[in-house]
């Protein structure tokens, strides 16, 4: 009889244990999955920047939004420095043109082939002519269509040996958000990239050196005379 009333009290306990060991194990589930969520949420927070020396950096926002004006700002600029600022070395203008051709459409690799194929690139490595760009400033809107509208206002020059040409420059394209990287840490895509206009401000001689081609006939003259 004592036995028989033990099987009682024993299953009561373990189902006791049973429960007690799932909500346990539903808790800690619960525990889990909000810590895991938790971390996403921290992980979107986080911002790519890059400073004045193009160093790829993290920054911890509250709030990324905020800070998607800014990124905007920073993705058009250094795409118009790719474009822009080229040396005479072929190397240099290549990898220049691929990473803006990563960070924009086909728009911009477009108006690369159109310059190629006009050899406007072999010109500048053939004459040693470097171009400069200087950004004075930059307008972003929201659009309907695309995350932003956004018009930039600067200027470029092209440095040869013997005069400078400087540019007014107004160029316009659309932004919409891509998956961040190293090359893109802004995580944005050019889109629709088009300049607006392009006016010639003026032209700067430079002095250098010219031989004096009276002093050297008059050696060739006194020479030929002896």
């Known amino acids: 009889m004592g036995m028989n009333n033990d099987i009682p009290a024993t299953f009561k306990l373990v189902k ?13 589930t619960v525990w889990l999955l909000k810590v895991t969520f938790d971390g996403a949420d921290e992980e979107r927070n986080v911002v790519y920047v890059v400073d004045s020396r193009n160093t790829l950096k993290l920054a911890l926002a509250e709030n990324v939004s905020v800070n998607r004006v800014a990124e905007a ?87 040869s040996s013997d005069r400078i040409v400087f540019k007014s420059l107004v160029t316009e394209c659309y932004l919409e958000s891509c998956v961040r990287d190293e090359l893109d840490p802004q995580g944005f895509i050019a889109q629709g990239w088009r300049i607006v206009r392009e006016d010639e401000l003026g032209v700067v001689e430079r002095k250098g050196y010219k031989p004096d081609l009276t002093q050297e006939q008059q050696s060739d003259t006194t020479l030929s005379n002896e």
């Open 73 to 159: 700002e920073a993705h058009v600029k250094r795409l118009h420095e790719l474009l822009f600022i080229l040396s005479p070395d072929m190397d240099f203008i290549k990898k220049n043109l691929r990473i803006a051709e990563y960070l924009s459409g086909t728009d911009v690799k477009s108006y690369c082939n159109s310059l190629s194929e006009k050899g406007f690139y072999n010109s500048l490595v053939a004459n040693g002519v470097s171009t400069e760009f200087l950004c004075d400033s930059i307008v972003v809107n929201k659009s309907d269509q695309y995350e932003f509208k956004v018009t930039l206002y600067g200027k470029t020059s092209m440095v």
């Open 16 to 28: 006791f244990i049973m429960v007690c060991v799932t909500a346990v194990v539903t808790g800690l």
